[in-house]
């Protein structure tokens, strides 16, 4: 039973919050400008500044900065190394990647992929073991076990640390239950060996209280094969199912659980399930949030009011967002919004935005003094968020730092968390600063680690990476902490509006089809959007059209001689019909498209009452129908207009198809 009842609204699809520009006024600027500088300052200056310069010195990442069809190449060939299982296999794949048109090989690389004997598999070796280099730098072993003389050496350092394990998205109840008693074994035994740690009062404290020394991170999608918006209430209670467990563990143990974020789709269901599990279990609890979404300022004020109307002390994770690719091509793919920001300064403005909604809601020092009530709760519109910033960006981090100053919050009260292998001089510098820096360690094997590594690869190869700029191009200062807004001569007509949404040009870039004026809308072809499901309006829209449809009752008595007078009377109307003008042939077919978009839900549901088909195979049915007449209404209407063949004298030559009579089709479904 949830201790508090809660109160939530989803995300509307079409929200698109634009955040105010950070800072607010000049003296604040003036603030962020001198934190900033501060630790650029000691960031450059510091020993670990060469550990940067040994990453991105690296053979396969530095040409990669330098040759985009390179890069594209190489992380394919990354993200399919790990079941390559002998030399021969290596270097097939690398030929067929690497020698694509467009692509620029670095010096020396035309010699491996042109190798052969025993020269083949030592070009393929040399690869492999740069891969494994780069993956060593972002995984800390492939176990707990492996990587805790990693994890001692941080804490010895001074920098705290967050276990994650590798791997999301299972497909079997089986995966999902090793996922689970592989986070139970995190839980029952890092502490004891955490323990045994020497004290650092900076990581173990903030400004309510004790902070525990051992965080792990949990991917949810990971403890569930059914983690689908669809089945919203039957996906948290699967989920719950594993989870508890781990919490009421954790909660014994004095263990920090913080639940990530991942595809947009899981979003909403991912902050129900985040809630549910603490209204249930009082463990010392985190969650990711994403400022490349545009919903972020949304959310933060979702979690925000949340936190305070139920008493609830949580942390968040504020993070830019790590599927950014991902979401965007996927979004034109089915022909949706964007849920993520189009243009990087629009994250880095967002990122401040949520910043700042979070920071209003972190508690006072002497609020739960008074109420004595444990590091977790305070009474019911006292609770709130603890800040934990996930970014390597001096700016962001300089701007949060400000906002503390504003609101009379310490240091204490935030937390720098940076990922395992990146930025090494920018956690030193904030530990010498006197703030509290966890680091996000990852552990596991190789292939479920894959898509992590690529992930990261991408971040420092990006050219609009922050570390890139000021550790390796070494960019101007007032560049690297100018606040976030569209590059000179950006944005449309003069404004920051940015980029729009690709699917917006979708019909005109792909060139599917013809666009034949006065058919549809006049533009190519272009499929018709599956429906969201992420959106729980969606969601129960088309459950309302599913529960009030209705089977048709459609006789099955006609004879063989009423089949004959209807292909009769067809035939007697073809020549007629032949003669009208194709555009208004092919008008019938899309006014058939938009009469079924009209009533699509309820044509799917009579899928789902008839066929037995699932929601997203009924709405892809439907979808097809509709693309269709769409499609060919388009490729038709070119074809009857007459084109000449040839120039000669005294003939004129013309192309054209005609129609050849009447036709039945009889359908194998």
Same mark, same amino acid.
């Given at each position: 039973?949830?201790?508090?009842?809660?109160?939530?609204?989803?995300t509307p699809?079409?929200?698109?919050?634009?955040?105010?520009?950070?800072?607010?006024?000049?003296?604040?600027?003036?603030?962020?400008?001198?934190?900033?500088?501060e630790?650029?300052?000691?960031?450059?200056?510091?020993?670990?500044g060469?550990?940067?310069?040994?990453?991105?010195?690296?053979k396969?990442?530095n040409?990669?900065?330098?040759?985009?069809?390179?890069?594209?190449?190489?992380?394919?060939?990354?993200?399919?190394?790990?079941?390559?299982?002998?030399?021969?296999?290596?270097?097939?794949?690398?030929?067929?990647?690497?020698?694509?048109?467009?692509?620029?090989?670095p010096?020396?690389?035309?010699?491996?992929?042109?190798a052969?004997?025993l020269a083949?598999?030592?070009?393929?070796s040399?690869?492999?073991?740069?891969?494994?280099?780069?993956?060593?730098?972002?995984?800390a072993?492939?176990?707990?076990?492996?990587?805790?003389?990693?994890?001692?050496e941080?804490?010895?350092?001074?920098?705290?640390?967050?276990?994650?394990?590798?791997?999301e998205? %299972?497909?079997?109840?089986?995966e999902?239950?090793?996922?689970?008693?592989?986070?139970l074994?995190?839980?029952?035994?890092?502490?004891?060996?955490?323990a045994?740690?020497?004290?650092?009062?900076?990581?173990e404290?903030?400004?309510?209280?004790?902070?525990?020394?051992?965080?792990?991170?949990?991917?949810?999608?990971?403890?569930?094969?059914?983690?689908?918006?669809?089945?919203?209430?039957g996906?948290?209670?699967?989920?719950?199912?594993r989870?508890?467990?781990?919490?009421?563990?954790?909660?014994?143990?004095?263990?920090?659980?913080?639940?990530?974020?991942?595809?947009?789709?899981?979003?909403?269901?991912?902050?129900?399930?985040f809630?549910r599990? %603490?209204?249930?279990?009082?463990f010392?609890?985190?969650?990711?949030?994403?400022?490349?979404?545009?919903?972020?300022?949304?959310?933060?004020?979702?979690?925000?009011? +949340?936190a305070?109307?139920?008493?609830?002390?949580?942390?968040?994770?504020?993070?830019?967002?790590?599927? +950014?690719?991902?979401?965007?091509?996927?979004?034109?793919?089915q022909?949706?919004?964007?849920?993520?920001?189009?243009?990087? +300064?629009?994250?880095?403005?967002?990122?401040e935005?949520m910043?700042?909604?979070?920071?209003?809601?972190?508690p006072?020092?002497?609020?739960?003094?008074?109420?004595?009530l444990?590091?977790?709760?305070m009474a019911?519109?006292?609770?709130?968020?603890?800040?934990?910033?996930?970014?390597?960006?001096?700016?962001?981090?300089?701007a949060?730092? &400000?906002?503390?100053?504003?609101?009379?919050?310490?240091?204490?009260?935030?937390?720098?968390?940076?990922?395992?292998?990146?930025?090494?001089e920018l956690?030193?510098?904030?530990?010498?600063?006197?703030?509290?820096?966890?680091?996000?360690?990852?552990?596991?094997?190789?292939i479920?680690?894959?898509?992590?590594?690529?992930?990261?690869?991408?971040?420092?190869t990006?050219?609009?990476?922050w570390l890139?700029a000021?550790?390796?191009?070494?960019?101007?200062?007032?560049v690297?902490?100018?606040?976030?807004?569209?590059?000179h001569?950006?944005?449309?007509?003069?404004?920051?509006?940015g980029?729009?949404?690709l699917?917006?040009?979708?019909?005109?870039r792909?060139?599917?089809?013809?666009?034949?004026?006065?058919?549809g809308?006049?533009?190519?072809?272009?499929?018709?959007?599956?429906?969201?499901?992420?959106?729980?309006?969606?969601?129960?829209?088309?459950?309302?059209?599913?529960?009030?449809?209705s089977?048709?009752?459609?006789?099955?008595?006609?004879?063989?001689?009423?089949?004959?007078?209807?292909?009769?009377?067809?035939?007697?109307?073809?020549?007629?019909?032949?003669?009208?003008?194709?555009?208004?042939?092919?008008?019938?077919?899309?006014?058939?498209?938009e009469?079924?978009?009209?009533?699509?839900?309820?044509?799917?549901?009579?899928?789902?009452?008839?066929?037995?088909?699932t +929601?997203?195979e009924?709405?892809?049915?439907?979808?097809?129908a509709?693309?269709f %007449?769409?499609y060919?209404?388009?490729?038709?209407?070119?074809?009857?207009d007459?084109?000449?063949?040839?120039?000669?004298?005294?003939?004129?030559?013309?192309h054209?198809?005609?129609?050849?009579?009447?036709?039945? &089709?009889?359908?194998?479904?």
């Open positions: 039973m949830a201790l508090f009842k809660t109160k939530r609204r989803p699809a079409s929200s698109q919050p634009v955040p105010p520009p950070a800072g607010g006024d000049a003296s604040a600027e003036s603030r962020i400008q001198a934190i900033g500088g630790m650029l300052q000691r960031s450059r200056g510091h020993k670990a060469i550990l940067s310069a040994k990453f991105y010195s690296d396969l990442m040409w990669s900065m330098k040759d985009q069809n390179f890069k594209v190449q190489m992380f394919r060939f990354v993200d399919c190394f790990p079941v390559l299982n002998s030399p021969e296999m290596v270097h097939d794949h690398l030929v067929d990647y690497l020698t694509q048109p467009g692509v620029k090989l010096p020396g690389f035309e010699l491996g992929i042109k052969g004997g083949k598999g030592l070009f393929a040399t690869v492999g073991s740069q891969i494994k280099g780069m993956a060593s730098k972002f995984i072993g492939t176990d707990a076990a492996s990587a805790l003389p990693r994890l001692k941080l804490w010895k350092d001074g920098i705290a640390f967050s276990v994650d394990l590798l791997g998205a %299972c497909v079997s109840d089986a999902a239950d090793a996922y689970q008693a592989k986070y074994d995190l839980v029952q035994n890092l502490p004891e060996t955490v045994g740690f020497k004290a650092e009062p900076r990581l404290r903030d400004h309510l209280g004790g902070v525990p020394r051992v965080n792990v991170s949990i991917k949810v999608s990971s403890l569930s094969a059914k983690f689908d918006p669809i089945d919203t209430e996906s948290i209670q699967e989920l719950m199912r989870l508890v467990p781990i919490l009421e563990s954790a909660r014994d143990r004095g263990v920090f659980v913080n639940f990530d974020m991942e595809q947009f789709k899981f979003k909403d269901l991912t902050l129900e399930l809630f599990c %603490c209204e249930q279990v009082e010392q609890a985190g969650l990711a949030m994403q400022a490349y979404l545009k919903s972020g300022p949304e959310d933060a004020r979702l979690v925000a009011d +949340w305070k109307r139920t008493g609830r002390v949580v942390s968040v994770r504020l993070v830019k967002g790590a599927y +950014w690719d991902f979401e965007t091509i996927h979004a034109e793919e022909g949706w919004p964007c849920p993520v920001w189009n243009e990087k +300064w629009q994250t880095d403005r967002c990122f935005e910043t700042r909604i979070l920071l209003d809601a972190c006072k020092a002497n609020g739960k003094a008074s109420e004595g444990g590091p977790t709760r019911p519109g006292a609770g709130g968020v603890k800040l934990a910033l996930g970014s390597h960006n001096v700016r962001s981090i300089a949060a730092l &400000v906002g503390l100053e504003q609101r009379g919050l310490p240091r204490e009260a935030i937390e720098l968390q940076m990922l395992h292998g990146m930025a090494d956690k030193h510098a904030a530990a010498e600063m006197g703030l509290r820096v966890r680091e996000y360690v990852p552990v596991g094997e190789m479920p680690g894959m898509a992590y590594l690529v992930r990261r690869l991408l971040e420092n990006s050219n609009e990476s890139r000021g550790f390796m191009d070494n960019a101007d200062v007032s690297l902490l100018a606040a976030p807004g569209p590059k001569g950006a944005g449309q007509n003069g404004t920051s509006a980029k729009p949404d699917y917006l040009s979708a019909p005109e792909h060139q599917l089809s013809p666009a034949p004026e006065g058919v809308n006049g533009r190519p072809f272009q499929n018709e959007p599956f429906r969201n499901f992420a959106f729980r309006s969606v969601r129960e829209a088309f459950a309302k059209a599913v529960a009030g449809a089977v048709p009752s459609v006789a099955n008595d006609r004879t063989p001689e009423q089949g004959r007078a209807m292909v009769e009377a067809a035939d007697k109307a073809f020549l007629l019909w032949r003669d009208v003008d194709a555009r208004v042939r092919a008008r019938v077919l899309t006014e058939a498209a009469a079924m978009r009209r009533r699509r839900d309820e044509l799917s549901g009579v899928m789902v009452k008839e066929a037995g088909k +929601w997203r009924a709405d892809a049915d439907t979808c097809e509709i693309d %007449c769409e060919y209404a388009r490729l038709a209407v070119p074809m009857f007459r084109s000449r063949i040839g120039r000669f004298f005294g003939e004129l030559d013309e054209l198809y005609q129609a050849r009579g009447v036709a039945v &089709v009889i359908s194998p479904w």
